[in-house]
């Protein structure tokens, strides 16, 4: 069986959401300075690098990331390649109508974003390609219960009202950002994206695999 | 497909081991402040919780986290559960002897340790019971790959030397913390156990799930 790490790595060189916390990982006990042990802390936002959203990101009665079922965040996964679309394009209805999405409920896009993970890239792009509004009414209209996208947020950079967000976080669908999909060939798999069991966070830094 | 959820809950009621940092969760933005979205950053020890060791915990030449190969970390696993331990013991080799563990390379212990979870005890225990470090050289021999248990340490409080975590982690064998088993019966599952992937990190917060 083939397993595809998805998962950014995390480190202080992971770009981070404008405004958001950074990342720091320091060794409170080292065994170079003699200790018996190395013992690190860290500190990060919990939408650093490869996260999910709850419901209560941006739904103030939503459920926490401690609450979104497991058997959503496990099972089979179609990876689709949307390699026609460039830097600040959205993914929209016209666009998903075309595709054939029958008895699909965990989806992640895999866009030209993956190259800048590629590349390890340490700036943030405020281009990046992401889900339009009508196209995350429609996937709800689908029956999607998952969506996952490769950069750090699935609806483009500073949209009045956030609908994307709205629409699919009402309708508690599962949304995994900062996906790194560059090794990964489209097709279908089995998903599993675990994130953090923090008692009702607004979202959780994840681990994600993909297994063929 | 049943799905048990062994991963503890991650909020400041948790305990942690003494002198280890403490968790924080606070709010940086937030809806019932008039702000946009709930957002949230988190501070807490690597080992705090359920949680993975890497070798570089212990072995100045260890591999950290990031580096521990994913098909370890999900495949066939055993629950052994070990009831007539009582509280300070360890299980040591003589006990493990007693196993018919051929083919087994992944191997979980329920011990009386998982009540405290149930309680939802907010005290750390210092008499947990724990893996002897002639029960860990004995199942390194026996090919065993990860090994994990049901309390915040695999190996007893304050252990001069630390041998049970120097023999496992000199070997590679993946140590899985902090696990709340109290609702699993013994038996073999599928075990997915998912650190974050902290680069170069001596442990990490893990989500962890079995499957039947």
């Known amino acids: 069986m083939n397993i595809y790490d998805i998962t950014l790595p995390l480190s202080e060189d992971l770009p981070t959401w ?5 990342l720091s990982m320091t060794r409170s006990s080292d065994l170079a300075k003699g200790d018996i ?3 690190s802390k860290l500190a990060l936002g919990v939408h650093t690098g490869t996260h999910i959203d709850a419901p209560c990101h941006f739904e103030a009665e939503g459920v926490g990331i401690d609450q979104i079922p497991l ?15 460039s830097e600040g394009q959205e993914i929209d209805r016209p666009r998903l109508e075309q595709l054939e999405l029958g008895g699909i409920t ?13 590349q390890k890239d340490q700036t ?11 196209g995350a ?10 969506i996952g996208i490769d950069y750090l947020s ?11 967000h709205h629409t699919l976080l009402k309708n508690n669908v599962v949304i995994l950002e900062g996906l790194n999909l560059s090794d990964v060939p ?10 953090l069991k923090l008692k009702g966070a607004d979202g959780a830094p994840t681990r994600a695999v993909l297994r063929k």
Chains 1, 2 share one sequence.
């Open 106 to 118: 965990r989806l992640l896009f895999k866009t030209r974003n993956s190259r800048w993970w590629m």
């Open 137 to 146: 009414s429609y996937l709800v209209a689908q029956g999607i219960k998952l």
């Open 37 to 39: 042990a190395n013992v």
């Open 18 to 22: 404008p405004g958001d916390s950074s």
């Open 186 to 195: 489209a097709g279908d798999y089995e998903l599993i994206a675990l994130p």
């Open 154 to 164: 699935i609806e483009k950079f500073d949209n009045p009202g956030h609908p994307t």
């Open 71 to 85: 058997d959503i965040l496990i099972g089979p996964c179609r990876v689709l390649e949307m390699t026609a679309l």
């Open 124 to 134: 943030f792009h405020e281009d990046f390609i992401a889900l339009a509004a009508d």
